[in-house]
Structure formats: C-alpha cells, structure tokens
C-alpha cells in the first residue's frame, strides 16, 4: 500500500540529527572532513611505518634500515633470508589453502529447536557458492590475510555491480574485492575493526572524466598531487577521492500494519504515510502517473463513503490511509518509537573539500543530492589483527619479528662477505707489469683471463714475478657459524611445516617433540582461525543480503535435492520460492589443505594396517593408489601360486601323482576303445575331477 520510500525518509532524518544553519552541502563537508581528521590523527604516523615496513618484508625490500647512517657506507651485497616471509605463507596457505564453502541452513524453529532443511535453504546456499567463486573471491581473501599479517588489518568490500552481467547473472553481478589496507581509514569503539562507525576509502580518478561527470562542479576541480599509498595507473592529471561512510542510528516513529489472515506485519514510518499522502494526491490531480492500485482503491473509495464529495484530492487521501479503509483482515496498531541500529550513508568529497553529486547534477529534473543511503551495512568487512594499548588500529605480526629478521639479515651478509674474502687469495702486484692491467685486475679470477706481461717492465726487471697471491688468515669457526646459521633458517622452513603436518622424519625432532610443536602450532593459529571464521561468515551474510535484494526476480538454477539428486528449481514465483534472508543463516566452512587431509590420512592407514586393523585394499584406498581393486585381485592370484608351489617342493610325490593325474583325462580324451573320442559330459567329469584335485591341494 505504501511506496519504497525508506531511503529518502532516513536521509531526512540524518540531516536533521547532524544538525547546523545554512547550506547541507556545507554541513555535509565539514562532517566528513571533521571525521575523516579523527580517523587519520587516530591511526597515527606508527601504524603507517609499521605498515610500511611489513609491506617492505612481503616485497622482500631487505634489509628495512639500509638508509640509516650505520649502513649507508656498505657496498657489498646483502644476503636474505626472509623467514617472515616464508612463515607468513605457511599461515596463508595453512587458514585458506584448502576448501571454502558456505552452507545455508533455515532458523531454528521455535517447535523444535532445531535448523528446518528445506528446498530454498538449498537453492540459497548454491547462490551463494555461485556468488563467491564468481570473480574468483578466494584469490581476493588470501590478498586481504596478507594485508592482515603485514599491516595489521584486511579490508574488502562486497557490492552489487548492476551494469555486469552475463548468463547466470542477468540483474547484475556481485563483486567481492579486496581493498588495500593503507588506502582505508576508519573509527571504531573497540580498536579490533569490529565496531565501527566511520570509514574513509582513499581513491583517485581522471580528473578529465570527473569534469565530464559532474559538470556543475567542473570548474572547482583541481588535480591533486598523489599522497600517501593511493594507487593509480597514472600519477598526473587524477584527483584524490575521500569515500566517507558514516554510520547513524536513526529514531523513526513506525505504524504497524498487520494481516490477520497470514500473521504477517509490516512497519511504516509517519513519514511514509504522510509521503504515501502526497504520493496520492498526485495521481489524484494527474501530476503522476496513475498506477492499477490507484483506481482500485478510488474504487473501492467511492463504494464505501457514499457521499458526493469524491472530486476533494485531499479527502480522498486522507481516508485512504486512515484506520477506515482499511480492510476487514488488516489491522493498524499505533504509534511506536523504533531505534534503527545501523543506517549507513556514503558521501564523496575530494581532497580540496569538494563535495561530489550523488545523482547526476546536469539533469535538471531531479534535485541534485549529496547524501545517499546505502543499506543497513557499509559493504566493507574488515579483519584486524593484533591490537596494541593505546592505539586505534591493530599492528601486522610481521612488525614484531621485523628486528630480528634486520639482525640475521646484517649478520648472514658480512659473516659471508668475509668467508668468500678470506677464503680467496689476495692478488699483489707491481703497478705498470701488465699490459691488460684494468681486465686483469676487474677479473683475475676468471679462467679465460690471462695476465699479459708488459716487455719493457720485463726486461727492466728480469728476476721479479709482476703478481703474487697472498693468503689471509681468518677465523674457522665463521664457516661453522655460517653453516648453523644456514641449517637453522632450512629447518625453520621445513621443520616447521613438516611439524605442523605431523611429519616426524623430514623435521629432525623426535616424536615426543613433533608433538610438542604441533600442539603448539594448533593452539598458536586457532586465534587466527577465529578470525578468518567470523571474517568469512560477514562474507556470507553480505551474498545472502544481496542476493535476496537484487536476484527476487524469477529465475532457474541448479540446486541438490536433500537425497542428493540434481535439480532445476524456478525461485521467486510463488511465496514458497521467494528469497527471505532474515529467514536464513550462512556457516562458512573452512577445510584443511588437500595435502594436510593426504598426509594425515597416509599416517593414519599406515598405523591402522601395521597393526592388522585395516583390509590391504582400504589401505591402497586411503593411500589413493590408481586401480587399487585390480591390483588387490592380482595379489590375492599371486599368493595362491605362491602357496601352491611351495606345497609343492615340501612334497615331490604329490607333484608326481597330480602330474600323472593331469595326463588321464587328456590320454581318455584322445581315443576310446572301438576307436571312438569321449563324449562331452565324460570331458567335462575328467576335468572337475582335476580341479577337484586342485582344491584340495
């Protein structure tokens, strides 16, 4: 009965809370500039450095204080062993190396207590698989757990594309895209990116195309000089873009209008019906277009006031929308004050304070508006990781280590500058003795360089070598520290991947000690566990929403029956078939890594058939041996004629008689008395006879 008009009534309303007198253009900007120096004062000039210094590990930019006046004399070159790196990766593949699925259940029912299965929580969970392995979001997750080791938080941002489409998706395509951390500021009360209010996404665009998309503010538009870690194609002519989304709640009075019939209810604000009014009267005086529920309800007008009074616009509106008209099987309760928890509102300004139209400003029949209202959540889901006292913003793992990995760095190089030195006899020569002295001295080492005497030097110095070499003395015991230190970045790689896994003999540890470590390592990720976890179900419940906001249109796709079978089911048809998301509940499922699942299932079948516990040929199943079946066949042949022939050599006499016995029915078969050749059946007598034999054997 009443239009979609919730979007614009809460813009109203948040207009009115932020308050302030003149131009909302300029009240708008000074809210979102207010903020956004908050949040950039709040992650402070250390997050950025840390930040910055994780980035520089993940990119292998080795060693971090190369500038500082301690080393900026070394010439040599820098030997890396970047542990954190490989370390970081291990986390990755081991949180998201494996399976990612999502499965959507029904709400528990109130009878039973129980999640309800049914055919659209199965049609629903395919969307939503669809919906995540569409742009290959798996890829864009593992970019975002790297943002949240190195720098301290992952952000990525789940929307709805209408202008991409193709044949699974025909409204339009659901985006799921990570977005670089040092671009995204953001406020929140806790300081672990759970509870916040405010985010600023730094952007840029063509400043050219800017002007042609915004004409009304075309000459106010400067190009901005790129700061920070914005990244662009192009570094000139673009304009920096401040994306601020502000989270309000927002107080609206509702109505409640309930169906009696079906035990549903619907809430709408004064606001809608005063804007439902208007909305009427329109019609009623042909400024809008008049749509079929229009004339059914003046219809239905007209029946039930029995006055002559029908041409007053305002009366008929008003009794449209009274308690009056209503009809007999709805109901409308009074007024009652709703506190909306989460109301999100996007506003774009650039750099220089410039506010950027919402709706297209160079079409004069819509009013141009700045403020738009974007959903009951911003699309942004972030993961922090681990949170310092006194700062907003989380710091990545990689900064704690990041010292460590400078000392072994620093350590490693001049350690292996001096063994390659001392290790190398020294030329000595006399300055002006060769004839190709600037190649020889730029590589005497080398076998296709030959030191060419210069006659003159000889001739004045008959008795004197123009070269020597001359050994250094050096410490042996930098070889040992060298090589220890070698051995001990190889075992931190694979050590510890093989303990993680449960591998005992490639990690050098004894079983009691893999043990050990893989507790350890179990109970050292399972915070990160929970965190991919409730970062994967926001996720989930971002493909849930939008699904069922942009895909209620009619539409086939293929889902599981709850036996298991394939089938095409035709959603959004009937209110069987209709998506409702508030209905429905997305668990993410993280599997463990093929290889992890491999390796533990190999050691479990390896336990359970040395210990007689397991059939060889579930034994070849769990190893994934290649026609495991055939082989097991041939085995089971082979260990018979094996069986056989030593029953055999252990007793020649029966060898002898069941040889005699072989050549019976073959000599019965060649000829009977009177010259006649046996029947069959006395063929086929001879022969179980033999296999008879066998047997028994």
């Known amino acids: 009965m009443i239009g979609n008009l919730y979007g614009d009534i809460v813009q109203k309303k948040f207009m009115e809370m932020i308050g302030g007198e003149g131009d909302h253009r300029k009240r708008l900007v000074s809210l979102a500039t207010e903020l956004k120096h908050q949040a950039i004062k709040k992650r402070q000039e250390e997050w950025d450095d840390q930040a910055d210094k994780g980035w520089r590990i993940r990119n292998n930019e080795l060693p971090l204080s190369l500038n500082r006046k301690n080393f900026e004399k070394w010439k040599d070159k820098y030997f890396k062993d970047n542990w954190i790196f490989k370390a970081i990766q291990l986390k990755v593949s081991y949180l998201l190396g494996g399976n990612v699925d999502f499965n959507v259940v029904k709400a528990k029912s109130v009878q039973t207590g129980v999640y309800e299965d049914s055919i659209i929580a199965n049609v629903l969970e395919d969307e939503v698989r669809q919906a995540h392995r569409h742009n290959n979001a798996l890829l864009e997750d593992i970019e975002v757990l790297y943002d949240f080791f190195y720098t301290g938080y992952g952000v990525s941002r789940t929307w709805f594309n209408s202008r991409k489409r193709d044949r699974y998706w025909l409204s339009g395509t659901v985006v799921h895209e990570h977005i670089d951390s040092r671009n995204v ?30 004409p009304g503010v075309a000459d106010k538009l400067s190009e901005t000089q790129q700061t920070g870690m914005t990244r662009s194609i192009h570094n000139e002519d673009h304009t920096e873009i401040w994306t601020c989304i502000i989270r309000k709640e927002i107080p609206l009075y509702k109505r409640e ?18 804007e439902y009014k208007k909305h009427l009267i329109k019609q009623f005086n042909q400024e809008e277009p008049a749509d079929d529920n229009f004339y059914v309800i ?15 616009p305002e009366r008929f509106a008003q009794y449209v929308i009274s308690e009056e008209f209503l009809l007999d099987n709805l109901k409308l309760s009074k007024e009652q004050f709703v506190d909306e928890d989460e109301c999100w509102f996007e506003i774009n300004i ?13 079409t004069k029949q819509e009013e141009t508006t700045y403020l738009k209202y974007i959903g009951e959540n911003s699309g942004f889901t972030f993961i922090g990781n681990i949170k310092r006292n006194g700062s907003q913003y989380p710091f990545g793992s990689a900064w704690f280590s990041a010292d460590m990995l400078e000392i072994k760095t620093l350590l490693m190089s001049s350690l292996a500058m001096m063994v390659m030195k001392y290790n190398k006899p020294q030329p000595v020569y006399e300055k002006g003795s060769l004839e190709n002295e600037t190649e020889w001295l730029s590589g005497w080492w080398r076998n296709d360089i030959a030191a060419v005497v210069d006659p003159e030097w000889r001739q004045n110095n008959p008795r004197q070598n123009p070269f020597d070499y001359v050994s250094i003395n050096y410490d042996k015991h930098t070889y040992i520290t060298l090589d220890q230190l070698a051995t001990e970045s190889i075992k931190n790689q694979e050590g510890a991947v093989d303990s993680l896994r449960g591998v005992q003999q490639y ?60 089938t095409i089911v035709e959603t959004n048809v009937s209110p069987d078939t209709t ?50 079946e055939k082989i097991y066949q041939n085995s089971q042949v082979y260990a018979q004629l094996m069986q056989i022939q030593l029953l055999l050599e ?20 060649q000829q009977q008395p009177n010259g006649q050749m046996n029947s069959p059946d006395r063929i086929r007598q001879n022969e179980q006879k033999a296999q008879n034999m066998m047997k028994q054997v």
């Open 185 to 214: 500021y953001y406020l929140s009360r806790d300081g672990l990116c759970r509870d916040v209010y405010a985010i600023f996404y730094k952007s840029s665009a063509p400043t050219d195309e800017l002007k042609a998309k915004y």
């Open 257 to 274: 209008l309930r169906d009696t019939i079906n035990n549903e209810s619907y809430l709408y604000t004064t606001i809608e019906i005063e």
């Open 298 to 312: 003046y219809s239905l007008y007209k029946e039930r006031t029995n006055t002559a009074d029908h041409d007053d």
């Open 350 to 362: 650039t750099s220089d304070g410039i506010l950027l139209p919402q709706k297209a400003d160079n």
């Open 507 to 566: 990690s050098g540890q004894s079983g009691i000690q893999t043990a050990q470590l893989q507790s350890t390592a179990t109970t050292y990720h399972k915070t990160d566990e929970m965190k991919v976890y409730n970062y994967m179900s926001d996720i989930g419940e971002r493909y849930l929403g939008l699904i069922s906001t942009y895909r209620s249109f009619p539409h086939n796709i293929m889902t599981y029956t709850p036996e298991g079978d394939k």
């Open 579 to 628: 998506y409702i998301s508030s209905e429905y509940n997305v668990i993410p499922v993280i599997e463990p890594s093929p290889e992890l699942k491999k390796e533990s299932n190999k050691q479990l079948a390896e336990m359970l058939y040395s210990k007689g516990l397991m059939h060889p040929l579930d034994y070849m199943h769990m190893l994934d041996v290649d026609d495991a």
């Open 650 to 669: 252990q007793n020649p006499q029966l060898a002898q008689q069941l040889m005699q016995q072989a050549q019976q029915p073959q000599q019965q078969n």
